[in-house]
């Protein structure tokens, strides 16, 4: 069964701080991909990748980055975290038909 | 403006009853996808449709590529089908999603 996982699963970061959220994939999959959902809205794309060692920004990317060491890793890095960042950030990957999500990342910025 | 459009924003059924999500698009889309989150924050992966209907148990999806909209109907809702649902659109080749809103779906008993 396709398997996405995301660490940590929450997380309180202050004003100006860095944060790096994880996530690691087994499904062998080339595309995956960060969103955020905000609350009354539908997922966001921030970055995502078809291969490793290579990002390409979403409709979001300002104020992120994102690393693609591997196949199976994709992190999403936030410099300077701003109190607008606060957000449940999902990471995916694909194969032609599906997504699969990861449990999600609760991020809460102070 | 907004690319997928998603009615009603919030639903509220009586156990086994139905009714239909409907996402309408602004421009010709490749295929569709149908998300439910659960109340552990999970996305589960519904339906894919790049034409015609699926169904799966209790639920069933169309999508018309040409009259650009798809549905979700759910009949018999049970209890546990409360969440909200999501429907993304697939426009290009890189197979980005642009995601409805989202229908907040409460079932009770």
């Known amino acids: 069964e396709a398997a996405v996982t995301q660490s940590p699963r929450s997380k309180v970061a202050v004003t100006g701080g860095k944060v790096t959220l994880s996530c690691h994939q087994t499904?062998?999959?080339?595309?995956m991909y960060w969103y955020r959902q905000d609350t009354g809205h539908g997922l966001r794309l921030i970055h995502y990748?078809?291969?490793?060692?290579?990002?390409e920004k979403g409709d979001i990317p300002d104020g992120y980055k994102a690393s693609r060491p591997s196949q199976e890793n994709f992190s999403l890095i936030l410099e300077l975290a701003s109190l607008s960042q606060t957000a449940v950030y999902f990471c995916?990957?694909?194969?032609?038909?599906?997504?699969?999500f990861g449990p999600g990342t609760r991020l809460t910025v102070l | 403006g907004d690319q997928v459009e998603q009615s009603p924003s919030a639903l509220s059924l009586h156990e086994g009853t139905g009714s239909a999500l409907r996402c309408n698009f602004t421009?010709?889309?490749?295929?569709v996808q149908w998300f439910r989150k659960n109340s552990r924050g999970s996305l589960i992966n519904l339906f894919y449709?790049?034409?015609?209907?699926k169904e799966n148990g209790r639920l069933k999806s169309a999508f018309d590529s040409k009259e650009r909209y798809s549905t979700l109907h759910i009949r018999d809702a049970q209890l546990e089908d409360s969440g909200t649902y999501f429907c993304?659109?697939?426009?290009?080749?890189?197979?980005?999603?642009?995601w409805g809103s989202g229908t907040k779906l409460i079932i009770k008993p």
């Open positions: 990748s078809y291969v490793a060692d290579s990002t």
């Open positions: 499904n062998n999959h080339d595309y």
């Open positions: 421009t010709t889309m490749r295929a």
């Open positions: 449709l790049a034409s015609g209907t």
């Open positions: 995916a990957s694909r194969t032609r038909y599906e997504q699969y």
């Open positions: 993304a659109a697939e426009m290009d080749s890189n197979y980005q999603l642009i």
